[in-house]
């Protein structure tokens, strides 16, 4: 893993007061049996998809899809009761981060190079603008403001026309100078987790990743990675070598453009790192269909295909408002970079935290995006903590499908700006990491007072600056912060009503930053959790979780947060009973048991 000091506080999951009644299998399709539980961690309307994701013991997972609630149920529970899956998700569905168009327009790539000229203005665009990049866009010189409703910057202003202050930009043509003096630079391949990328496309053709390791249309795994020809990546939502489906891949070509569209050839845009051949662009499609939706599986799966295949930078223009441990923990354990987009909901991220962008990961920068006079999108996430660089991401020119160009707006846009420079930066120095180039990347942001204490780093990307960085100043690879801090507090209680009884746990945490909760039969410690992959996971909703008590057993309750710090409970508990017993640990220490353990099922049911 990329080793860098990690920002404190970034929100995980907050400290909340509401109690939630829980059982460890749900009775609202749960049959009792004698088989050990597993506890499902979401309700039933979590699963939107009908999908769950199994993880297995072996650190394989499967999606199981299903056509009715009553199927869903049951098959979670069956899943929920099999020895050999470790834990039972929502397949979750992610949505792309580009955005609706909420200002006057832009000209062509102001983000490289403004000079304070730039203006746009309605029935005056040159190329088609996308007010949602899976909705068509208005056609050249037919785009109008969609509302007066749309038009406020976080600037407070209220005007309909946008104006540019010069130097609000990347620096790109100082650091394409900086880039092409050094004839030392390395190779870089970068993967576009993403809908599919448009390869064919003229700008892109020549910056595409390639497996040279496969023969395209022969059937055949050639290179034996699992993957039957994927010469230009993989198609995870598809589940086929098809890179590029059509128009519905509008999102990733763009994108793709941003980073490596080819410059100085007399045609189309320039991508930022598009002037050197060293860096590659693999397309891993995860988002499809008209809507632009993924799922957790197909996100896990290509960031796994990418690190194996050479990737050493991932963007990620995409979220989800919803903790996913599964992806948490891909991400985590990858030795990759991922750039990631923000969010398009206008709202704190510390506080209302969008995932992945809010992961507390030492291998993640969170991107804003930035307008052409120098203030902060409305529509864009911020965070002092846990948002770390700005960049331009508002009217972005890039390649659109079947060889042509348009507007976008959204962090989307602004991550990929950071993902070129990224992939610059790392291939331009010799024997660099990944996690410095994380800081030199972060270190090197141009200071704005408008983002001081709405993004951490208080500045704006600056590849140029990044690209002559003091590398003196970088923090050792193998330098990690101090990670103590306050770990989470476990205490339970239990009661009768109505002649059942109940086990009442709740979570504590100074810091506010727990992540997990999960449980297992016996009394285990914490090195049996390994990180939280083995257990049963409970849905974080509440600082207290009450299960019901259908039957005698023993089970250890385990938490984690963000910085790394666990705490284990071990419970058993006897049913039905009419005392009340409580205890409580912190720090890993076992708390004591209680009442007597009977004979026969050790579940709750």
Request: proline residues 3%; contains cysteine; glycine residues 8%.
């Amino acid at each position: 893993m990329i080793q860098i000091n990690k920002k404190q506080s970034r929100l995980c999951a907050a400290l909340l007061t509401a109690a939630v009644l829980l059982t460890l299998v749900p009775m609202a399709y749960a049959a009792q049996t004698d088989a050990d539980p597993t506890l499902a961690s979401y309700e039933l309307s979590d699963y939107e998809n009908g999908e769950v994701l199994a993880f297995f013991a072996d650190g394989s997972s499967s999606v199981y899809s299903y056509d009715t609630q009553d199927a869903l149920a049951a098959g979670i529970e069956a899943l929920s009761s099999r020895s050999d899956v470790t834990w039972v998700q929502p397949n979750f569905s992610y949505e792309d981060t580009g955005e609706a168009v909420n200002d006057t327009l832009y000209s062509e790539q102001w983000a490289l190079n403004n000079d304070g000229s730039f203006t746009f203005q309605p029935q005056q665009n040159d190329y088609p603008v996308y007010d949602d990049p899976f909705e068509s866009p208005a056609a050249p010189g037919e785009w109008t403001m969609p509302g007066a409703g749309n038009v406020s910057r976080r600037s407070g202003s209220t005007s309909s026309t946008v104006t540019s202050v010069a130097g609000i930009d990347v620096n790109a043509e100082e650091a394409w100078s900086l880039y092409s003096a050094n004839e030392d630079s390395s190779k870089v391949v970068v993967a576009l987790i993403d809908t599919g990328v448009d390869y064919s496309h003229d700008e892109l053709t020549d910056s595409i990743w390639i497996n040279s390791d496969e023969i395209a249309g022969n059937g055949l795994d050639d290179d034996g990675n699992g993957y039957i020809d994927d010469r230009y990546g993989w198609n995870f939502y598809g589940d086929s070598n098809e890179v590029y489906v059509g128009s519905e891949d509008d999102h990733g070509t763009h994108c793709a453009g941003t980073i490596v569209a080819s410059s100085d050839n007399s045609a189309g845009i320039a991508g930022i790192a598009g002037a050197t051949d060293n860096i590659e662009l693999m397309s891993c499609k995860v988002l499809g269909s008209s809507e632009g939706t993924g799922t957790t599986a197909d996100i896990i799966e290509a960031i796994a295909y990418a690190e194996a295949n050479g990737a050493a930078i991932a963007n990620l223009s995409l979220g989800t408002s919803t903790f996913d441990y599964g992806l948490y923990l891909a991400m985590k354990e990858s030795d990759m970079l991922f750039v990631v987009a923000s969010g398009n909901d206008g709202t704190n991220s510390d506080t209302t935290a969008t995932y992945p962008a809010s992961y507390n990961l030492s291998n993640i920068i969170s991107v804003a995006n930035l307008q052409s006079d120098g203030t902060l999108a409305s529509s864009s996430n911020y965070g002092k903590t846990s948002v770390d660089i700005a960049a331009p991401g508002s009217y972005i020119l890039s390649t659109t499908t079947e060889n042509t160009f348009s507007y976008m707006t959204g962090t989307s846009m602004a991550a990929p700006m950071v993902t070129a420079v990224a992939a610059l930066v790392y291939s331009y120095y010799d024997d660099l990491t990944l996690d410095q180039t994380r800081q030199i990347i972060l270190g090197s942001a141009a200071p704005l007072t408008v983002l001081d204490g709405v993004v951490a780093t208080g500045g704006m990307l600056d590849a140029a600056a990044a690209l002559s960085y003091d590398l003196t100043t970088l923090t050792d690879t193998a330098e990690t912060t101090d990670n103590s801090g306050s770990a989470p507090v476990l205490s339970y209680n239990t009661y009768t009503q109505n002649g059942s009884t109940y086990l009442t746990l709740t979570i504590a945490d100074a810091d506010s930053d727990v992540c997990l909760l999960c449980y297992a039969n016996g009394t285990q410690t914490t090195s049996y959790f390994n990180d939280g992959s083995v257990g049963t996971q409970v849905s974080l909703s509440s600082a207290t979780v009450t299960f019901r008590v259908y039957s005698s057993g023993t089970f250890t309750f385990y938490a984690a947060d963000l910085t790394g710090n666990e705490t284990t409970l071990t419970v058993t508990v006897s049913a039905p009973s009419s005392s009340t017993s409580s205890g409580s640990t912190s720090g890993g220490q076992q708390a004591p048991s209680y009442g007597a353990p009977r004979q026969g099922g050790r579940n709750f049911r």
